[in-house]
């Protein structure tokens, strides 16, 4: 699982940081959580198959997060796209595709499923991983989201299954996916004996923008890596929370309420120019913190 970090400004794009995006890959399928101004001339600096995007979800309706879309869409009909492409977002966003389409700004060769979340809901269910998200604390509707893979296979003991006389090939594959195995001279082999405990799924949560709230602590409970806006810092006196943001001590307190394993702060208001005084206010209580840049990448390994 990999997280790249596309756009990490606040308000409006500068030449330090972009708008709001970020890509996320899942053996074979990328997703993309909001889509500001300048979105698709980030992704083209990175190696994300992005042609091949798999669902976007967008936070809220504010231009920093959300006025990259249409270019976006324009250009994957341009780049001849055929499959369907779904779009989560807030009460709003059917309008806003729908005038752009009215107005044939879009040029669409493809089918687009938008869907209005209003609720916290599970949105994308495979076999490998589902996408949940619940309400933020903004000045407008604004959706969390978190990426969840869920436990895989525990580890096969290929020592045993050797000793054991199991042969090589499709049956050990059976074996690790819990089914017990007959061969056709009566010998029988049991999943148990071979595969350890299932392990834990990666986990990816996306709270921006928002001030800190029950909903962003419970979105991003034990999640491996939360990814969490911190406009403003704390000494620099802005009422964040009046303007429904969040400082980087308050990523901070999230994080540590959460459990999380990694703390990505993003959304970096321009007037920090040197974003080391947000992460020094975030580390006093959150060690395990990093302030991202436009085009980072954050692999999410698997606990062993
Ligand atoms: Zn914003």
Same mark, same amino acid.
């Given at each position: 699982?990999?997280?790249?970090?596309?756009?990490?400004?606040?308000?409006?794009?500068? #030449?330090?940081?972009?708008?709001?995006?970020?890509?996320? $890959?899942?053996?074979? %399928?990328?997703?993309?959580?909001?889509?500001?101004?300048?979105?698709?001339?980030?992704?083209?600096?990175? !190696?994300? /198959?992005?042609?091949? #995007?798999?669902?976007?979800?967008?936070?809220?309706? /504010?231009?920093?997060?959300?006025?990259?879309?249409?270019? @976006?869409?324009?250009?994957?009909?341009?780049?001849?796209?055929?499959?369907?492409?779904?779009?989560?977002? !807030? +009460?709003?966003?059917?309008? #806003?595709?729908?005038?752009?389409?009215?107005?044939?700004?879009?040029?669409?060769?493809?089918? @687009?499923?938008?869907?209005?979340?209003?609720?916290?809901?599970?949105? @994308?269910?495979?076999?490998?991983?589902?996408?949940?998200?619940?309400?933020? %604390?903004?000045?407008?509707?604004?959706?969390?989201?978190?990426?969840?893979?869920?436990?895989?296979?525990?580890?096969?003991?290929?020592?045993?299954?050797?000793?054991?006389?199991?042969?090589?090939?499709?049956?050990?594959?059976?074996? +690790?996916?819990?089914? %017990?195995?007959?061969?056709?001279?009566?010998?029988?082999?049991?999943?148990?004996?071979?595969?350890?405990?299932?392990?834990?799924?990666?986990?990816?949560? /996306?709270?921006?923008?928002?001030?800190?709230?029950?909903?962003?602590?419970? #979105?991003?409970?034990?999640?491996?890596?939360?990814?969490?806006?911190?406009?403003?810092? $704390?000494?620099?006196?802005?009422?964040?929370?009046?303007?429904? /943001?969040?400082?980087?001590?308050?990523?901070?307190?999230?994080?540590?309420?959460?459990?999380?394993?990694?703390? +990505?702060?993003?959304?970096?208001?321009?007037?920090?120019? %040197?974003?080391?005084?947000? @992460?020094?206010?975030?580390?006093?209580?959150? !060690?395990?913190?990093?302030?991202?840049?436009?085009?980072?990448?954050?692999?999410?390994?698997?606990?062993?």
């Amino acid at each position: 699982m990999r997280i790249i970090t596309l756009g990490t400004g606040a308000g409006r794009p500068t #030449l330090k940081r972009g708008s709001s995006a970020t890509g996320l $890959e899942y053996q074979g %399928d990328t997703f993309l959580f909001d889509c500001g101004e300048g979105t698709q001339i980030q992704l083209m600096k990175t !190696p994300f /198959h992005w042609g091949k #995007l798999t669902a976007i979800f967008i936070s809220h309706l /504010h231009g920093d997060h959300v006025n990259g879309l249409p270019g @976006l869409l324009g250009t994957l009909s341009l780049s001849d796209r055929k499959e369907a492409l779904k779009v989560f977002g !807030p +009460v709003g966003i059917k309008k #806003l595709l729908q005038a752009h389409r009215e107005c044939q700004s879009l040029g669409l060769r493809f089918e @687009l499923e938008v869907q209005e979340i209003e609720t916290g809901q599970t949105l @994308l269910e495979t076999e490998q991983y589902l996408v949940k998200t619940l309400p933020l %604390d903004h000045v407008v509707p604004c959706w969390g989201y978190v990426f969840e893979e869920k436990p895989v296979p525990g580890r096969f003991d290929a020592l045993k299954a050797d000793q054991a006389g199991v042969p090589p090939g499709p049956l050990r594959g059976q074996l +690790v996916l819990g089914q %017990d195995v007959s061969l056709p001279d009566g010998r029988e082999f049991y999943s148990k004996d071979f595969v350890g405990p299932s392990r834990p799924g990666r986990s990816f949560v /996306h709270c921006l923008d928002t001030q800190p709230c029950e909903a962003a602590v419970e #979105l991003a409970r034990g999640a491996d890596l939360l990814l969490y806006e911190a406009t403003f810092c $704390e000494s620099g006196g802005e009422p964040a929370h009046d303007w429904g /943001h969040s400082t980087a001590r308050d990523a901070a307190q999230v994080a540590l309420a959460a459990g999380v394993g990694e703390l +990505v702060m993003t959304h970096i208001s321009q007037r920090y120019g %040197d974003p080391q005084v947000l @992460l020094a206010e975030a580390q006093e209580i959150f !060690p395990r913190v990093r302030v991202a840049s436009d085009l980072d990448v954050f692999e999410i390994k698997r606990q062993e």
